[in-house]
């Protein structure tokens, strides 16, 4: 569902944190000159909306999003969402999810590339925090990468995890490798921190959610940004190493820098038709 050149690409936006705050007043300022305008906003708790967000843009329903006709639903909410609504919003529009965390569901990832392909949409990931993501995806599809980690480091303030891994931190207390292994098991652990694994586990495919490594460290040193560091490996000794410094205020659970890399995501969002693509 292209919008074309006279029609502006009609977005809905779930969820209105940070993040959600941030694309609503990008899309209501600089859309209109971008060709985007917004279709419809919805969080869980709508009075967060009021005052901020046209009364006429509040959904209050979000099982009635269909009603408001968009070209693009953007998702950044929590993987919950996903899982509950993604295969509805592909059988109207073109779904960017915010939160590929989901996505390491063996089962909703198929039922997702399917329905992309059933009804001619496309599933966008954004890479948000991840550098590298199209030449990962490119190595990937040309049979050359051979294996993929990343580590990523934060003050425990930042980070959001299921269960009490990180309940005992102390101030001061320096540097703790909270896991290490495969992506598939850590989404489930810190589902709303590795999003940027999570898009790297889309880009390289062939190696996915069980074969990308990860690893995730609080370090109460770092209370100025977030450390993402990413290690590709081809054949022949090759490899890659990047260390991106992202910054964050403390209990951030977004890198300052990755507000825009959204931005630019979704400004990419016009329709690439039945398959997953990161943007």
């Known amino acids: 569902m292209a919008a074309s050149s006279s029609s502006p690409v009609r977005i809905g936006v779930v969820g209105y944190g940070h993040l959600g705050q941030y694309l609503v007043e990008r899309i209501l300022t600089d859309g ?15 009075d967060k909306l009021r005052g901020s967000v046209p009364d ?12 408001r006709r968009c070209d693009v639903i953007v998702e950044v909410c929590h993987p919950q969402i996903v899982k509950d609504f993604g295969l509805r919003f592909m059988s109207q529009c073109h779904l960017m999810v915010g939160s590929p965390s989901a996505l390491s569901d063996p089962d909703l990832n198929q039922k997702l590339r399917q ?7 496309t599933l966008y990931v954004p890479s948000g925090a991840l550098w590298g993501g199209q030449d990962i995806q490119r190595m990937n599809d040309s049979g050359t990468l051979k294996a993929l980690f990343i580590r990523m480091s934060k003050h425990p303030s930042c980070f959001r995890l299921t269960g009490d891994v990180l309940s005992d931190w102390t101030e001061g207390e320096g540097r703790r490798v909270l896991f290490r292994g495969a992506v598939a098991e850590l989404c489930p652990l810190a589902p709303n921190n590795v999003n940027t694994m999570a898009a790297a586990a889309v880009a390289a495919g062939s190696l996915g959610f069980t074969g990308v490594q990860g690893e995730i460290v609080s370090d109460t040193s770092l209370s100025d940004y977030h450390v993402v560091e990413v290690e590709v490996t081809g054949p022949d000794g090759f490899s890659v190493q990047t260390v991106r410094r992202n910054p964050a205020r403390l209990g951030a659970v977004t890198g300052s820098a990755t507000y825009n890399s959204f931005w630019n995501s979704l400004l990419c969002c016009r329709g690439h038709g039945g398959r997953v693509y990161l943007c």
């Open 32 to 46: 209109p000159g971008l060709g985007l305008t917004l279709g419809f906003v919805w969080n869980r708790n709508i």
């Open 56 to 67: 006429e843009l509040m959904l209050a329903d979000l099982s009635s999003f269909a009603e």
């Open 115 to 121: 329905a992309a392909q059933k009804y001619g949409r």
